[in-house]
């Protein structure tokens, strides 16, 4: 009896140290395999290790699927940034002091995982808070990610990360230097420099032509004039049908309008305006008398011709208008 007793008595403190050892050692190890490798791979019996409790650390574990069979466009795209941010909180905690575990289990190594958690998509983030010690928190259950506005960078996840750890290192997300976008630009700048440097003398009576000038500013107040922005910012279809079967190239109503619609009286403005300047400048430069009255007659035509167009387009916007010349009605 005595010996049993003796017996009981020195397992007791074994048994007491054996109970308490497996929680620190469980982070001590997986810290460990993290510094070497990080973030962690996981399948199902080592993702339900890590996350079992009770546990005195916090894990983040990313749920992915990575073969080009499940056409997992955002899994791929966020990789990158996952395994960023996992590496540079990893060796800027070396010593574990933020005592946070970075895992990743894919769909292929973690389907009993997956239908366990009754996951249909991915990627899914879930994050695992302490359940015993000082940062512990009553509620077992993981936090999620919100994956929903699209890819997201590093940076967003580790702020994320960050405000379920206060009180403990959040070691900054460093990103590599990108040496072949730096030496593009670099190239691109000397590039460019150089043919400024040798094409300018040929570029500087063109910038300083005021005909030039004078040519892009009128087609700007003819875009800006005839719809151009209001196509953008309505949306508007370029052509919409007649209802028997055509297209109709003008929007009824005043309010309504066509992307080809812009184009046309773009089109007709300009011609117009054309027409006026050479009446007013070019026609009486002409030195002979027959051609000069040929160019007035040319021009007014035009003009008469594409100013009754123009009035029989408000006409077919609105049937209440009074105007009309011929030949259009």
Not at 107 to 122: C, E, I, P, R, Y
Not at 132 to 138: D, L, S, T, W
């Amino acid at each position: 009896m005595h010996f049993l007793k003796g017996l009981l008595l020195s397992l007791l403190p074994a048994a007491a140290l054996a109970a308490k050892k497996p929680v620190v050692d469980k982070f001590s190890q997986f810290h460990t395999k993290a510094l070497a490798s990080t973030p962690l791979k996981l399948d199902d019996s080592v993702y339900a290790k890590l996350t079992a409790a009770p546990r005195n650390y916090s894990v983040v574990v990313l749920l992915t699927a990575m073969e080009a069979r499940f056409g997992c466009a955002l899994c791929r795209e966020f990789q990158p940034e996952w395994d960023l941010l996992s590496s540079s909180w990893t060796k800027g905690d070396k010593k574990g002091d933020s005592r946070l575990v970075f895992g990743t289990l894919d769909f292929v190594d973690g389907k009993n995982t997956f239908q366990s958690l009754g996951l249909q998509t991915a990627p899914v983030l879930l994050f695992f808070q302490p359940t015993v010690g000082p940062h512990a928190i009553p509620d077992n259950g993981p936090i999620r990610y919100d994956f929903t506005s699209g890819p997201q960078s590093a940076e967003q996840v580790h702020s994320w990360i960050a405000r379920y750890l206060p009180d403990r290192p959040h070691p900054q997300v460093n990103r590599p230097i990108n040496w072949v976008r730096g030496i593009a630009i670099t190239t691109t700048i000397l590039a460019t420099i150089t043919f400024l440097s040798v094409a300018w003398p040929y570029m500087v009576p063109i910038i300083q032509n005021r005909n030039v000038w004078a040519a892009i500013s009128l087609i700007a107040i003819l875009l800006f004039t005839t719809g151009h922005m209001f196509n953008h910012i309505r949306k508007v279809p370029y052509v919409t049908g007649d209802g028997r079967g055509g297209v109709s190239y003008f929007a009824g109503g005043f309010s309504n309008q066509n992307g080809l619609e812009t184009q046309i009286l773009a089109a007709i403005y300009g011609l117009l305006s054309f027409a006026t300047i050479s009446l007013a400048l070019k026609v009486p430069r002409i030195t002979d008398p027959k051609t000069q009255q040929v160019a007035v007659i040319v021009w007014s035509g035009v003009i008469f011709v594409m100013y009754s167009f123009l009035l029989s387009v408000f006409r077919m916007k609105n049937g209440g208008y009074p105007f009309w010349l011929p030949p259009f009605f």
